[in-house]
Every structure is written in structure tokens, then in C-alpha cells.
């Protein structure tokens, strides 16, 4: 079992995702016995090999992956960075939080806009692990349709007052993405988007006012459907 196990984790490297993907999936039927080898193995694969290996250290929700999963949020590549965060996240580790801080520092320094996926991994991160405060208005709170790990999703024909209500409370409305729900599942789902972008050396309360109008504006495109939902990504001036 173990020439096994040292088998497939070599695997996770492979130039074919495919190859890639099957070795993932036998390391997490395996279970448990396979974390030691894969931690060992995760500072020298590239890429592909250290997203699996992320997938599957969240996949058996062993804590002892932490050190490997906090190492990962100095890799030099983003979407690692970012599903480090997203593991150590929902797997409670609260133990990342001072590398979490760390990464978003650097993050801010580099002059990252908050809207990219990493800065808002980084944040919900630090949000779960009970280290950032979201603002959540009284009445945004009360809109909220269905919570995930993740996120809230409010009804889109109710965005409008979302999108007041958090600029009223001092909130950078950063984007908002669409999605639709069905009996199979919810799919994200297409908008008119205006060009934005989000300027730190703008007064916050005219930032704050600038996102209002724009977000407002893409409301407009918006169809009537019942089952459209949306999810509303925003920040804290203490956030930049």
C-alpha cells in the first residue's frame, strides 16, 4: 500500500490532467494513510499537482495538512494561493489566520484590486475564521434567500435594495454575478456588466457613491425572473 500511495501522489504531478485527476480521486478513497506521503511530496510538484493535493487534504479534513496549506500561501502561483485559503477556510483552521493576514498585506501593497478572486478568497477566509467583520446591514441580513459555505444570495428582483442599503451603511458595492436556480442545481448565468474599477486613492465616500451608481445601473439589465438570485461581493473601508 504504501509504494502505492508514493505511486499515485507522483501521479498528482503528471503532465496529463486526466492521469492527474484519477490519481486524486484513488488518494481519496484511500483515505487518511495517504497524508503524510502527499504532504511530503506538495513542495515540489507544480501547479495541477499541488491543486489536487489541496483538493484532497480538504477532502479528508485532516488538520494536520495545515503547516502544508499555510506554506502554500507563499506559492507563486494565484489560484494555489487562493485554494489554500478556501481549504484552510472551511476546514476551520484558524491557526492560518496570522498567514492569511500576512498574504492580504501583501496582497494590498502590490496594489491588487480587491475585486480579484484572491483578495476576496483572502477576505471570506479571514471572514469564516472569525478574523474580519463583515458589515452586514440589518436589512441586507433580512434579504438574504439561501446561505452556502461561502456566500449569502439575495433575489435578484430584490438587488436594488440590497445595493442601497449597503452603500448607505458606508459599503463598497465591488460586483455582483447572477445565478440561476433549478431543480438540478444553480448555474451562474450571464449580465450586462459596466466597466469598473475600483481606485484606493478615491475618497471613500465618493467610492462608495461611484459603486452605488454603477451597480445601480447594471440592475437595469437584469431580466424579471423568479428563480435569479444574486450574489454581491463588497468591502469595508478598512478592508483597503
Do not use: K
Not at 18 to 46: F, K, N, S
Not at 86 to 94: F, N, P, Q, T, V
Not at 206 to 231: K, S
Amino acid at each position: 500500500m504504501t509504494e502505492d500511495i508514493a505511486r499515485l501522489v507522483e501521479l498528482l504531478d503528471d503532465d496529463s490532467d486526466d492521469i492527474a485527476e484519477g490519481a486524486m480521486q484513488e488518494l481519496m478513497a484511500i483515505g487518511p494513510g495517504v497524508a503524510g506521503p502527499l504532504a511530503a511530496a506538495v513542495p515540489r510538484m507544480r501547479r495541477y499537482g499541488q491543486l489536487c493535493a489541496i483538493e484532497i487534504f480538504e477532502h479528508l479534513g485532516d488538520a494536520g495538512s495545515a503547516p502544508v496549506l499555510i506554506g502554500l500561501l507563499d506559492s507563486e502561483h494565484e489560484t494555489v494561493r487562493e485554494w489554500s485559503a478556501d481549504a484552510l477556510a472551511r476546514m476551520g483552521i484558524e491557526a492560518a489566520v496570522p498567514a492569511l493576514r500576512a498574504a492580504y498585506r501583501r496582497l494590498r501593497a502590490t496594489g491588487t484590486p480587491p475585486d480579484f478572486t484572491e483578495p476576496v478568497a483572502l477576505r471570506r477566509a479571514l471572514t469564516v475564521l472569525g478574523a474580519r467583520r463583515q458589515v452586514l446591514p440589518p436589512l441586507t441580513a433580512s434579504l438574504q434567500v439561501s446561505t452556502g459555505p461561502w456566500d449569502a444570495m439575495w433575489s435578484a428582483a430584490r438587488l436594488d435594495a440590497v445595493i442601497n442599503d449597503l452603500a448607505e451603511h458606508n459599503q463598497v458595492v465591488l460586483y455582483f454575478s447572477l445565478w440561476t436556480v433549478t431543480d438540478t442545481g444553480t448555474y451562474g448565468t450571464h449580465h450586462e456588466t459596466l466597466s469598473r474599477e475600483f481606485d484606493p486613492h478615491t475618497p471613500w465616500p465618493q467610492a462608495v457613491a461611484i459603486a452605488r451608481e454603477m451597480a445601480l445601473l447594471e440592475t437595469a439589465f437584469i431580466p424579471a425572473r423568479e428563480n435569479l438570485v444574486a450574489l454581491v461581493e463588497w468591502i469595508d473601508e478598512s478592508d483597503v
